[in-house]
């Protein structure tokens, strides 16, 4: 009979103790490829959730100024020198690293302009880029398609008494309203929109912005980096993140990734006990057994390959099926650590946006059968060492 045969011959006779190591074995497997398959699912879904505040980096024209305030009440500001912003340098960011990573740069164009006798603030913008800035607009009719259309925030929509089709009378232009903001509780209920180049000719300010934004939360790109190396593109401007959407996506990223490695770990080091424990319980227990091996002939080399043998057996067996079971405790358990509606771009995310995923049931096996070899090492070189004389004699 070879080692092999009476590796899997020990597994059937003793299938209760082979039981409780394939069940430690599938449970760390399992564990450790659910929390990576939920971790890059959160991950994605995070990030969405976290694109859903638009715009996270402002660039302002620089100027030196003193903000005049107290106690919350402001008193307006002491303007020194305020530069312009020309269109045309807001393309030296798509030169910066990093700059694949920017989902939309949106330029604004700001001014107060005469409507229909009250003075209102009038934005000029890209309404492409508006759908990834501002996603929480949702419009009545339609954005502006052309020039010489406007898009009305609530507020204004209500004081002017307008509705979509209706003409808006702006300085010395009309203007057809494609639509209504809904509200939103922010200062756009208060504004007039309009396309970009349309505003800056109202305003008498041709490739002149006031402002842009840009939406640049991602995976791998650090906005504060971002933030530094923009500011360097554009040097007469002053480059702001907006630090809590920065810093919640960060920190919920970071939190939970080390959950899912410490929880890993900790299952990790038990299965590697329970597998240690039972290999020690079944090598005492075959103390005869191995007696006999050696009396016969079998070498101290042969008794710890038929104990590696019965582990490198259970461990393949354990992390095919943990592998399984992970990818089943992934699909039951995704809803209750997403937002929202589970989609399958979510799944696939956490199938596949990790480098490591691709290679998970090469990664689960291979981690079963390192844990079971390295538990079984010590149970291993104590059945090689056993006296076969000691051992006969308890026959």
């Not at 980096?225 to 993140?241: C, H, K």
């Not at 006990?273 to 091996?293: C, D, P, Q, T, Y």
């Not at 209750?336 to 990790?354: K, Q, R, T």
Request: aromatic share 6%.
């Amino acid at each position: 009979m070879n080692l092999n045969a009476i590796a899997i011959a020990n597994i059937k006779r003793r299938k209760a103790k082979a039981a409780f190591v394939l069940t430690g074995l599938i449970i760390a497997v399992a564990t450790v490829v659910t929390l990576l398959g939920l971790r890059q699912a959160v991950s994605a879904n995070k990030l969405f959730q976290l694109e859903q505040y638009g715009a996270n980096i402002v660039i302002l024209p620089q100027s030196d100024t003193l903000a005049l305030s107290y106690g919350g009440i402001s008193l307006g500001s002491v303007s020194f020198d305020v530069r312009k912003i020309h269109e045309d340098e807001l393309q030296q960011i798509y030169t910066i690293p990093y700059s694949q990573n920017i989902a939309a740069l949106g330029p604004v164009v700001l001014g107060v302009v005469k409507a229909q006798g009250r003075n209102v603030l009038l934005a000029g913008m890209d309404f492409t880029a508006a759908t990834v800035l501002r996603p929480w607009w949702r419009v009545v009719g339609t954005v502006p398609d052309f020039e010489n259309q406007v898009l009305l925030g609530a507020e204004a929509a209500r004081l002017l008494s307008l509705g979509p089709g209706d003409v808006l009378r702006v300085e010395a232009n009309e203007l057809t309203v494609s639509g209504i903001l809904e509200p939103s509780g922010s200062q756009d209920d208060q504004l007039l929109f309009t396309p970009l180049r349309t505003a800056q000719r109202i305003l008498d300010k041709e490739g002149l912005v006031s402002m842009a934004e840009v939406a640049a939360l991602c995976h791998d790109c650090p906005i504060e980096d971002m933030v530094a190396y923009i500011s360097m593109a554009l040097p007469n401007t002053q480059v702001m993140a907006i630090q809590q959407v920065v810093e919640s996506r960060f920190q919920a990223m970071d939190h939970f990734e080390k959950f899912a490695y410490g929880v890993s770990g900790v299952v990790i080091v038990v299965s590697g006990l329970m597998v240690l424990v039972s290999m020690m319980g079944n090598v005492r227990a075959r103390a005869s057994e191995i007696g006999v091996f050696r009396a016969i002939g079998y070498r101290r080399g042969h008794v710890m390959r038929i104990i590696f043998l019965e582990a490198g057996i259970l461990s393949l067996a354990g992390g095919a099926l943990g592998y399984l079971l992970g990818q089943v405790a992934v699909r039951l358990t995704l809803p209750l650590f997403i937002i929202g509606e589970m989609d399958e771009s979510v799944l696939h995310h956490a199938a596949h946006g990790d480098p490591l995923l691709p290679v998970l049931p090469v990664l689960a096996i291979g981690l079963a059968v390192l844990v079971g070899l390295t538990a079984s090492v010590y149970p291993a070189l104590m059945a090689s060492r056993m006296d076969p004389n000691e051992a006969l004699r308890a026959i």
